[in-house]
């Protein structure tokens, strides 16, 4: 995973139904947006769903924590 | 609903006599070329250049093949037996795109059957949503939601070699004989796909849906920088095409056909003892 040079990694959400709310269901390895949108798509394809959306983990901002998001240092780990 | 406000036809019986062959014939044409695209993602399942890239190609075939049974069952209304479509046929019966007459060598050439080809045929069978003959409409649409992330995957893989100058180079190779292919796979200004749009069975002709299917992949061609037939500077028109050796029943070139090895596994061949019954 991520072994090529220029992979970047996008996180994944997604609804089974209108009415729920968007769950992070994962992460994939993926050179562009179009890859990432087939990649999800087609890897995490056991529930039909409603609506499914990616976004490159660098998108995403630290609130509360200074680690980058997604991450879990050693420290917090034990 | 159907196109120019006519009535439509609900099954094969209703369709005009005159339109039966070459309806048969666009079907038969869709459906060879899906199961053999499929089984050329298939070759790809353990040799892509990532994981991820390998369950796509998995995906794709089983989208692939499941859309070519779905035309092949089609057919039996049309007077086919669809074990025979599918298991007895000769290479030249096949109504296949010369793209899949052997494998790609590279991964390079799979992507122009992912981006190109793929595409090409998504174009036709667009045409065919709101068709005269009704019993396409749900399984067009059903078709073009699974296409979509074929596409995105053609596309994505497109940008991403194009990031080196010796990835262009390779794509340029690749993408040129099949640039050519599927610009002609349309068809010229006779025959079956002019005739199926000036009975509303299509919602276009050849002329249209090569402009469509242009503007589909001449985008990220543009920018990608690669050179190919039309595309020049960020902007794209439909070339001028040579139509030496086109055969226009088969759509496509004349000479040639299926190698023998795909002949073999595409009918399986292997399997004839199972068939039997």
């Not at chain 2, 086109?246 to 795909?262: C, F, I, K, Q, V």
């Given at each position: 995973?991520?072994?090529?040079?220029?992979?970047?990694?996008y996180?994944?959400?997604?609804?089974?139904?209108?009415?729920?709310?968007?769950?992070?269901?994962?992460?994939?390895?993926?050179?562009?947006?179009?890859?990432?949108?087939?990649?999800?798509?087609?890897?995490?394809?056991?529930?039909?769903?409603?609506?499914?959306?990616?976004?490159?983990?660098?998108?995403?901002?630290?609130?509360?924590?200074?680690?980058?998001?997604?991450?879990?240092?050693?420290?917090?780990?034990? | 609903?159907?196109?120019?406000?006519?009535?439509?036809?609900?099954?094969?019986?209703?369709?005009?006599?005159?339109?039966?062959?070459?309806?048969?014939?666009?079907?038969?044409?869709?459906a060879?070329?899906?199961?053999?695209?499929?089984?050329?993602?298939?070759?790809?399942?353990?040799?892509?250049?990532?994981?991820?890239?390998?369950?796509?190609?998995?995906?794709?075939?089983?989208d692939?093949?499941?859309?070519?049974?779905?035309?092949?069952?089609?057919?039996?209304?049309?007077?086919?037996?669809?074990?025979?479509?599918?298991?007895?046929?000769?290479?030249?019966?096949?109504?296949?795109?010369?793209?899949?007459?052997?494998?790609?060598?590279?991964?390079?050439?799979?992507?122009?059957?992912?981006?190109?080809?793929?595409?090409?045929?998504?174009v036709?069978?667009?045409?065919?949503?709101?068709?005269?003959?009704?019993?396409?409409?749900?399984?067009?649409?059903?078709v073009?939601?699974?296409?979509?992330?074929?596409?995105?995957?053609?596309?994505?893989?497109?940008?991403?070699?194009?990031?080196?100058?010796?990835?262009?180079?390779?794509l340029?190779?690749?993408?040129?004989?099949?640039?050519?292919?599927?610009?002609?796979?349309?068809?010229?200004?006779?025959?079956?796909?002019?005739?199926?749009?000036?009975?509303g069975?299509?919602?276009?002709?050849?002329?249209?849906?090569?402009?469509?299917?242009?503007?589909?992949?001449?985008?990220?061609?543009?920018?990608?920088?690669?050179?190919?037939?039309?595309?020049?500077?960020?902007?794209?028109?439909?070339?001028?095409?040579?139509?030496?050796g086109?055969?226009?029943?088969?759509?496509?070139?004349?000479?040639?056909?299926?190698?023998?090895?795909?002949l073999?596994?595409?009918?399986?061949?292997?399997?004839?003892?199972?068939?039997?019954?």
């Open positions: 995973m991520g072994h090529l040079s220029g992979e970047h990694l996180e994944i959400f997604a609804r089974q139904k209108r009415e729920d709310r968007l769950e992070h269901i994962g992460t994939i390895s993926a050179p562009n947006g179009s890859l990432a949108r087939a990649y999800a798509w087609q890897t995490y394809d056991e529930q039909k769903w409603f609506e499914m959306v990616v976004a490159p983990r660098e998108a995403f901002e630290a609130v509360n924590r200074d680690e980058s998001p997604f991450t879990v240092s050693p420290a917090e780990a034990t | 609903m159907s196109q120019k406000g006519t009535a439509g036809y609900r099954t094969a019986v209703d369709v005009p006599e005159e339109l039966h062959a070459d309806l048969a014939s666009l079907l038969l044409s869709l060879d070329n899906k199961r053999l695209l499929g089984m050329r993602y298939a070759e790809w399942l353990l040799g892509a250049p990532t994981l991820e890239a390998g369950i796509a190609c998995s995906a794709m075939a089983q692939e093949w499941g859309h070519s049974r779905i035309l092949y069952a089609m057919l039996k209304d049309f007077g086919k037996d669809p074990a025979h479509l599918e298991h007895e046929r000769e290479a030249d019966e096949y109504l296949n795109s010369e793209l899949l007459d052997e494998p790609p060598a590279e991964w390079t050439g799979l992507v122009a059957l992912n981006f190109l080809l793929d595409a090409a045929l998504s036709q069978i667009e045409s065919l949503k709101d068709s005269r003959f009704e019993p396409l409409h749900y399984k067009v649409r059903k073009l939601e699974e296409e979509r992330f074929h596409f995105e995957h053609g596309r994505g893989w497109l940008a991403r070699v194009a990031q080196t100058d010796a990835g262009r180079a390779a340029e190779e690749a993408l040129e004989p099949a640039w050519i292919s599927c610009l002609r796979w349309f068809g010229g200004g006779s025959g079956l796909v002019v005739r199926l749009a000036e009975a069975i299509a919602d276009a002709g050849p002329d249209e849906l090569r402009a469509r299917w242009l503007d589909r992949v001449a985008p990220a061609v543009a920018e990608a920088g690669l050179e190919l037939a039309g595309v020049t500077d960020g902007s794209w028109a439909v070339p001028e095409l040579d139509w030496t086109w055969d226009p029943a088969r759509r496509r070139s004349g000479e040639g056909g299926l190698n023998d090895e795909t073999a596994a595409v009918r399986g061949d292997k399997n004839r003892t199972m068939l039997m019954d």
